[in-house]
């Protein structure tokens, strides 16, 4: 079985790690596309702040009259020389990014906004608190725009067109009648997808060939580990083997005898109330131990018990039954068999005669003792049943005793119990009450004394009276509690009377 398991751990190794790196390569292309995403719109806000500065530097530059504007000057206008640059720029950079300035009113041809371009400016116009586009839907390149508005500095060439320059005048009829604020255009950055995803892939590519060079090193190890520690498995497998029997020893054996304990003895008992066999249950308890203990001393105390149960288990020997060690100084023999109740309280007198024949022979010491032993068959609490019988034997000074229902208990019991939680409820409650009866003197013709009767008086109403309760109240230490109230209320009742 455990060959079995071994090959299929094994043969589970590399399938865990193919979903692994399989994994691995999902994720890492997922994380590369996203990375590839976001560098594209990085890499077009660097180029937008700019050009833009560029822009703004030089047209302050006209605004200011620095450069005077005029038809010789006018080349150099950002609105004009804007798309030679971009034609250089395109071809310059290695991703082939371009970078322009188009317009849906475009005075130059060459700066009409294309279709990608337009759905920009559209964007713009139906969201005018945004600055910024960015779009991944094309499949050939990221379509990135910013937003120009009409500053002051615009408005000399692009709002009336009776204020305009005369050469601006006869050289454009179009891109008049803007106000300040309007959009005018967008500053258009199209970065190809092709030569970036190259890039990047060509990333991803050497990543994943690293990781699967690494998962294969890395199972290579492991497969080899796992091969050779085959011999350390099988040898930690025993180890484990032989501890966890030790510990389950522990658990069910009785630490000074060896004897099943307390535990294997109700799990035994519990086992067997299905069995259709005859049960039988002896409940062993060695007469004074306590004192024995005392006088020899625990060392001795030991020795005894480890000897009693030797002889206890040599005498039923062939017998199919179980000798189990309890706590303190009490043995127990039970048996599920075709054996009749008679013939079990046979083998268990001749084994109480054999264990009280002879002395025990410890450090030279001669120990005579006697056992008490309680028997029960076939009863549904058959543990309380052979328990009730041994108390019995003990208190009556028997050697053994077989249960029968004279002798139960448990009535006893549950009406102690009744009876305790009837007092506290009644003194908790104020239920006791004092009853006074008058004592007469028939010489006086006149009541001297009062007997107070204790009585407890239910939330029905009903009264009772000691009879059902003052016994139970001595035994259980209620009985001045009661006493401590009836002459509380004894006294209060006659403070005010004269006589």
Do not use: W
Not at 309 to 335: M, R
Not at 442 to 453: A, D, N, P
């Amino acid at each position: 079985m455990e060959k079995y398991l071994n090959r299929k751990v094994l043969f589970f190794i590399p399938i865990i790690f193919l979903v692994m790196l399989l994994f691995r390569i999902v994720y890492s292309y997922t994380d590369t596309v996203k990375q590839m995403n976001e560098f594209a719109y990085k890499e077009a806000q660097v180029l937008e702040a700019y050009a833009m500065a560029h822009r703004d530097y030089y047209q302050k530059l006209y605004f200011d009259k620095t450069i005077p504007l005029n038809s010789n000057t006018l080349k150099g206008l950002p609105a004009y020389s804007s798309y030679h640059i971009n034609q250089k720029f395109s071809k310059a950079n290695p991703f082939n990014i371009g970078l322009r300035t188009v317009s849906d009113r475009a005075r130059n041809p060459k700066n009409k906004a294309d279709e990608d371009e337009m759905q920009a400016i559209e964007y713009f116009k139906e969201h005018p608190q945004k600055k910024e586009y960015f779009s991944q839907d094309d499949p050939n390149y990221y379509q990135y725009a910013a937003a120009m508005k009409i500053q002051n500095r615009c408005l000399k060439c692009h709002a009336s067109k009776e204020n305009a320059p005369q050469f601006i005048r006869n050289r454009y009829d179009k891109a008049y009648g803007y106000k300040l604020g309007e959009l005018r255009g967008i500053l258009s950055i199209k970065i190809p997808k092709k030569k970036l995803n190259d890039y990047f892939i060509n990333h991803f590519l050497y990543s994943v060939l690293y990781d699967t060079l690494a998962f294969i090193i890395l199972f290579l190890i492991i497969y080899f580990i796992a091969q050779k520690s085959k011999k350390f498995n099988t040898y930690l497998q025993k180890a484990v083997q032989k501890q966890t029997e030790k510990l389950k020893d522990t658990l069910v054996k009785e630490r000074l005898t060896k004897l099943p304990n307390r535990l294997k003895f109700l799990e035994d008992i519990n086992n067997s109330k299905q069995s259709k066999q005859n049960r039988h249950l002896a409940l062993i308890n060695i007469d004074n131990f306590k004192d024995i203990n005392d006088f020899y001393g625990h060392a001795v105390g030991d020795e005894l018990l480890i000897q009693l149960a030797q002889k206890i288990q040599n005498l039923c020997k062939d017998q199919h039954a179980i000798v189990y060690k309890l706590p303190s100084d009490e043995y127990a023999i039970f048996t599920h068999s075709h054996l009749t109740a008679q013939s079990f309280i046979a083998r268990i007198t001749i084994l109480l005669n054999e264990i009280q024949k002879n002395a025990y022979l410890i450090n030279d010491n001669a120990i005579f003792i006697t056992v008490s032993c309680g028997i029960a068959s076939n009863k549904k609490e058959l543990i309380i049943k052979a328990d009730m019988a041994l108390q019995v034997a003990k208190t009556s000074k028997t050697s053994l005793i077989v249960y029968d229902k004279k002798i139960d208990t448990i009535e006893n019991v549950n009406k102690n119990i009744r009876g305790i939680a009837l007092l506290k409820d009644a003194i908790a409650n104020d239920r006791i009450v004092p009853y006074f009866q008058p004592i007469y003197n028939l010489h006086t013709q006149k009541i001297e004394k009062y007997e107070s009767l204790v009585r407890i008086i239910t939330t029905n109403g009903d009264v009772i009276t000691p009879y059902t309760f003052l016994d139970i109240a001595e035994k259980s230490k209620l009985y001045h509690h009661i006493t401590y109230v009836m002459l509380e209320k004894s006294f209060a009742f006659f403070a005010d009377k004269e006589q």
